[in-house]
């Protein structure tokens, strides 16, 4: 908006030099007479002045020169840059090229029907997109590593890969994580997140589900938790956005970061 504002204030003061250039023979004549009579006044009222002799003695006195005082004569101004108008001048400066945008992913299960895989968490039931399953694997020897977050439960091995098992429970609602809850999980298989190495450990596994748009109640505006996809209505459960988990797992970030 500013930049528009400073547009037009450049263009009025340009229309306004256009418009006194075409007056300006007119201005011109005026100026002139002005100027005329103004130097006919100053030259009447100047007479000059006899200087004084200075006192010498008479033997060496040299002949009185009277010197004549010429009037100083005042130029008027040229007409021409009387009502001259100064345009200010315009500088444009380069402005380097924006940064592309960055491209805007689709999620691909926003799109008509989509499948969900449905499991089991300390009672709770959560489900994430059947597009966004990296596998499943039973869950084996897991070793701990020092310096990590406590829902980090360690590094398992898959045939020479390497899985960062989250507990799952611990990561989504740490404030009901107790002793008691620790001790009656039961964790059974660990859910792989697309193609990255984290894996989500869980109880049980339930079934998948075809849903329809409508049967998610979708998280639309960004806040916290955008880990959270949206709400499977007739379920009650969660609907996990994998991509925004795998994010927060990366920078080491909690469920209510």
């Known amino acids: 908006m500013s930049d528009l504002v400073a547009s037009h204030k450049v263009m009025r003061n340009y229309l306004a030099a256009l418009l006194t250039e075409e007056q300006e023979p007119e201005v011109q004549t005026k100026v002139a007479e002005v100027k005329k009579q103004q130097l006919n006044q100053l030259l009447a009222t100047v007479q000059p002045d006899k200087p004084k002799a200075a006192a010498v003695p008479a033997a060496t006195a040299a002949p009185k020169i009277e010197a004549k005082v010429q009037p100083e004569i005042v130029k008027p101004a040229p007409a021409a840059t009387a009502n001259k108008v100064v345009v200010p001048e315009v500088v444009v400066k380069a402005v380097p090229p924006a940064a592309p945008a960055m491209p805007v992913v689709e999620k691909t299960y926003r799109q008509g029907r989509f499948q969900a895989l449905f499991f089991e968490v300390a009672g709770l039931k959560v489900a994430l997109p059947l597009k966004d399953l990296g596998g499943i694997h039973k869950i084996t020897a897991i070793n701990t590593l020092p310096g990590k977050p406590l829902w980090y439960k360690g590094v398992m091995l898959y045939r020479e890969q390497k899985i960062n098992v989250v507990d799952t429970a611990r990561w989504v609602m740490p404030e009901k994580y107790d002793q008691q809850l620790a001790e009656s999980l039961n964790y059974q298989y660990v859910i792989m ?42 379920h009650m459960c969660a609907l996990l956005d994998v991509d925004a988990l795998i994010a927060l797992l990366a920078q080491g970030a909690g469920s209510s970061d």
């Open 193 to 234: 997140l697309g193609k990255s190495s984290w894996g989500i450990a869980c109880e049980s596994l339930i079934n998948t589900v075809a849903l329809e748009q409508e049967d998610v109640k979708w998280r639309e505006a960004q806040g916290k938790r955008p880990w959270l996809a949206g709400l499977i209505k007739q």
